[in-house]
């Protein structure tokens, strides 16, 4: 049997198929926060591509520094979304 290596962006599209809404950064390490901040990017992408249909993206401000501190995808895969997903 083989392992299918899935992009990060197919990964996103099928969590969200399969449900998924809400994405944070589960640890605030300096490391999981890029994983997490391109993790919004992807979705950032992805709505501007149609690929979903809202984002909603709250931000904190600590600091004086405003980062995001988490993203939910209201409304799930629009069609285009679910035929790439599909392909």
């Not at 904190?60 to 209201?74: C, G, P």
Request: glycine residues 4%.
């Amino acid at each position: 049997m083989s392992a299918q290596v899935q992009s990060p962006f197919l990964s996103l599209l099928k969590q969200i198929n399969d449900g998924v809404q809400i994405f944070e950064p589960f640890l605030r390490t300096p490391e999981k926060m890029q994983e997490f901040n391109d993790t919004v990017t992807r979705l950032q992408e992805m709505e501007d591509l149609k690929l979903i249909r809202k984002l909603f993206v709250q931000t904190r401000t600590y600091r004086s520094e405003e980062s995001i501190d988490f993203v939910m995808v209201v409304g799930g895969l629009t069609e285009e979304g679910q035929r790439l997903l599909e392909q």
